[in-house]
């Protein structure tokens, strides 16, 4: 049977000059390795980050030896794999080269039987990598080329370093308008040495066909051969078993027979977690030679008929994902690489902890953003096993792409590779070529800037890559960009057709009330900046740094004038406070109800498909910084992934506010009907009551319904706070609050706010909080790191809540409920 033996143990990471040689472990990367050996300081703290040059200006050798056996120097082939480098480098066995790398997106392979035979020992070998600087190299490259790809968009001229669009490099790690300019060097995924006898599964596809009932799952197979010609040629096989919930099937077959199918009757379909199971099978396809197993591969699948419908309606072209049968309305956010430095975060358990946040937040689909990398294996396992949808982005972001034919080679690799590799994923909805590129040709000009690289454009977008994705994953969409509308280059940010980046808010600088005047089919880009926790910024700044404007707090910002922006938002929404401290909150508060505006308008709007998605920018972020993440780089919450928890709810309930009235709305995304007692009450900041009812309500599957409207006119103030709630069976299901006005024109009075503990268990406390005044945006925070069922919520006059909260730090749980802090507006605004 073949063996696959990992070398990712006992390297050296070299830099001569420096004299520095230290032992390392991969995957790992230089930035990481030099920090874990007090080489550097912490790149992320301070200015630190504008140290770091000679690092990436460096070259750096990776080293290890290994030994080979007489037995493994007779096998057929020798598969020396490299899963992941970055980036641009040479590979030498016994100090002779064997291969030149520059794609970081791709798994390296060298066949050391065939090609490299002469230079192996029975004994130790020395592999060894020497990485070129990425900087120097697209330096280099800009020379060659003679045009600079990096000196567009606007958002990015300072973020950037430049030339990143000739390498495939993630391109966020040159600095984005989030992100620094730390570009990673070195082996940041497994290494291994494949030993093959007589033959490999090559390629297996697998496909689906789903009918009233049933599902045909075909599995195509071919293999390939490693034995020489002058050997006898074996005598292959397949053995194939599907196995899933209720279903055990077995077959062989020639290896004439390239394709194997099972027809499973009644399948346990894939759900997104809020509508079903996400239930998963496991296929095994082994290789038999003279009836001995050679080889193996298992694949984990999940079985839906999932499309995205895109047909001409009243308005333009539908965009929207159908999951066996059910059209979904996509609640989520998009994803960036969870670390600057990717394989630390990998290690830090990064991945597991963001997907807990999507799930928490009630998100059913994230996008995988063009600018950072095809994700681990293990990110879509997750998705897989927790019934989470992925759009998927090719790795090309907002720049324009280089037209010579080595880089369109060197994409293609990469394509098929990935293709390959994530296509039997039943969380992966859909690939699109990149993002914003399009748009930028169209609206930020680069029509006059590029002339000549449009046809490539057109060519990489609108062919290649579409024709590769038809024949290596024929069963999925693709589209061209995000933002796109029918590609090329016709009106991609249609509010009709297609899906929608909408930036007029933030970038645009436009009030909230914008994101209403706003239609999209599918809204898969809006944003808003802000702070994140007070804990996060002290590990990078000091108290003389506490400031919007401080030399540190400016380098924690990378969107040109961000802190500015973030100010002047939310001094148009809160009265001005003085307090760092307090600005941070507020600038979470400002975030979080901008984006709750758009979300509750593009949520109602799901009727009749006028808008199925939003995914707002963005959920995390690879360092600490003031960005548009809802969950900083330490994976604390800001106000707006609490926020998102409620206004991603499944069944929701949301108010619109008008010049003259005001709207109660229900949205019910499941797929069964749902009905509940819709409360309500309209109080002064007093809590006396202007206003008060309940409703039955029934609201259908897949919809949104108007429940109630209140003319201003009978209740005479539009200056309230509104409190509501779905009942169903005596329990509350949902509860919301809304301010008609921006909170700045509220006089909020003391609500008195008092927290009791409920019961202590293990690292699990239960408490309450109660509120003798109505109470507005009530934060809980402690000293200590911890997660809470909700937070940032508001009270009515004697109302009370239950919180959970999971202590995440060694504490005793008296400790924790002592070091409690309980705020509301209230405390910051009046
Ligand atoms: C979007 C993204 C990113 C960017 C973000 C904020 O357009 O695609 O490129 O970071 O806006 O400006």
């Not at 399948?267 to 095994?284: A, I, K």
């Not at 290596?472 to 029918?486: A, G, K, V």
């Not at 994140?532 to 969107?559: A, L, R, T």
């Amino acid at each position: 049977m073949n063996i696959i033996r990992s070398l990712n143990t006992k390297w050296k990471l070299i830099q001569k000059e420096r004299n520095i040689n230290i032992n390392v472990n991969v995957p790992s990367t230089v930035f990481e390795s030099l920090i874990e050996n007090d080489v550097i300081e912490n790149p992320f703290y301070g200015i630190n980050e504008k140290k770091m040059k000679w690092v990436y200006s460096s070259s750096w050798e990776y080293r290890k030896i290994f030994s080979l056996t007489a037995e493994d120097l007779e096998a057929h082939e020798l598969i020396l794999r490299f899963n992941g480098l970055d980036t641009i480098g040479k590979i030498l066995l016994n100090d002779i080269e064997i291969g030149k790398v520059d794609n970081m997106h791709l798994a390296w392979e060298y066949p050391l039987i065939s090609e490299f035979r002469e230079l192996l020992k029975d004994g130790e070998n020395t592999v060894s990598i020497l990485f070129e600087s990425p900087v120097l190299t697209a330096a280099m490259l800009i020379k060659k080329y003679r045009r600079n790809l990096t000196d567009m968009p606007f958002f990015m001229k300072r973020a950037s370093l430049d030339g990143s669009s000739y390498l495939r490099k993630a391109l966020y790690s040159f600095g984005w308008d989030w992100g620094p300019q730390l570009p990673d060097t070195g082996i940041w995924r497994d290494v291994e040495l494949e030993i093959i006898h007589f033959g490999k599964i090559d390629n297996l596809l697998v496909s689906q066909k789903h009918t009233a009932g049933q599902c045909e799952v075909t599995a195509n197979i071919s293999m390939k051969e490693y034995i020489q010609s002058d050997l006898v040629t074996g005598n292959y096989s397949y053995r194939v078993c599907l196995k899933g919930p209720g279903f055990s099937e077995e077959k062989t077959a020639d290896i004439s027979d390239d394709s194997i199918s099972f027809l499973i009757i009644d399948p346990h379909l894939w759900w997104t977690y809020d509508l079903g199971n996400p239930e998963l099978y496991s296929l095994n396809v082994q290789l038999l030679c003279n009836l001995s197993i050679v080889d193996e591969k298992i694949l984990t699948i999940g079985l839906r008929d999932l499309q995205l419908i895109r047909d001409r309606d009243k308005w333009g072209e539908t965009f929207y994902f159908k999951l066996n049968g059910v059209p979904v309305f996509a609640r989520g956010a998009n994803w960036i690489p969870v670390d600057s430095f990717i394989a630390r975060g990998r290690k830090l358990g990064l991945y597991e902890k963001r997907i807990d946040d999507v799930l928490s937040a009630n998100m059913n689909m994230i996008r995988v953003w063009g600018g950072g990398i095809y994700e681990d294996d293990h990110f879509y396992d997750l998705c897989d096993q927790n019934g989470i949808l992925v759009w998927q982005d090719f790795m090309f972001a907002c720049l324009t792409i280089p037209r010579h034919k080595s880089f369109f080679e060197s994409v293609k690799r990469e394509a098929v590779y990935n293709l390959k590799r994530l296509r039997h994923h039943a969380s992966i909805a859909l690939w699109v070529g990149n993002n914003e590129i399009e748009t930028a040709w169209v609206n930020w000009g680069y029509s006059f800037r590029f002339p000549f690289h449009r046809k490539s454009y057109l060519k990489m977008f609108e062919a290649v890559l579409p024709d590769l994705v038809k024949k290596y994953d024929p069963e999925r969409d693709y589209r061209p960009s995000s933002p796109s509308s029918t590609g090329g280059f016709k009106d991609p940010e249609s509010p009709d057709s297609g899906d929608s980046h909408f930036w007029q808010v933030w970038h645009g600088g436009e009030p909230f009330s914008s994101f209403r005047t706003h239609y999209s089919r599918f809204m898969s880009e809006f944003g808003f900046e802000s702070f994140p926790h007070m804990k996060s910024i002290k590990s990078f700044s000091e108290k003389d740094d506490y400031s919007f404007h401080s030399k540190v707090m400016e380098n924690h910002q990378k969107n040109g004038a961000g802190n500015k922006k973030i100010l002047s938002y939310m001094n148009k929404r809160f009265k001005e406070v003085n307090r760092f401290e307090h600005q941070v909150i507020l600038s979470q508060l400002t975030q979080a109800e901008a984006m709750e505006y758009g979300v509750d308008h593009w949520r109602r709007n799901r009727n009749n498909y006028r808008c199925m998605g939003a995914l707002y920018w963005q959920l995390n972020d690879c360092w600490p910084v003031a960005s548009w993440s809802s969950v900083d780089y330490f994976g604390r919450w800001k106000a707006l992934h609490y926020f998102a928890r409620r206004f991603f709810s499944p069944f929701y309930c949301n108010v619109a506010e008008f010049k003259d009235y005001f709207e109660i709305w229900g949205v019910n995304d499941l797929n069964a009907s749902r009905t509940a007692l819709l409360k309500w009450s309209y109080v002064k900041e007093s809590g006396e009551i202007i206003d008060a009812g309940e409703l039955n309500i029934h609201i259908n599957a897949v919809s949104s319904q108007l429940l109630h409207r209140k003319e201003i006119s009978e209740i005479q103030s539009l200056k309230g706070i509104l409190f509501y709630s779905f009942v169903h069976d005596g329990k509350t299901t949902f509860n919301g609050m809304k301010l008609l006005k921006a909170p700045r024109d509220y006089q909020l009075e003391n609500p008195l706010l008092s927290v009791k503990c409920d019961s202590a268990e293990g690292h699990n406390l239960v408490i309450s909080v109660l509120a003798s005044k109505p109470a507005v945006y009530i934060q809980i925070d402690s000293k200590y790191d911890f997660k809470i069922s909700d937070n940032f919520f508001s009270l009515n006059s004697g109302e009370s809540r239950t919180l959970k909260i999971d202590l995440t730090e060694d504490i005793s749980d008296n400790e924790f409920f002592q070091s409690l802090k309980l705020f509301s507006l209230y405390d910051f605004c009046c």
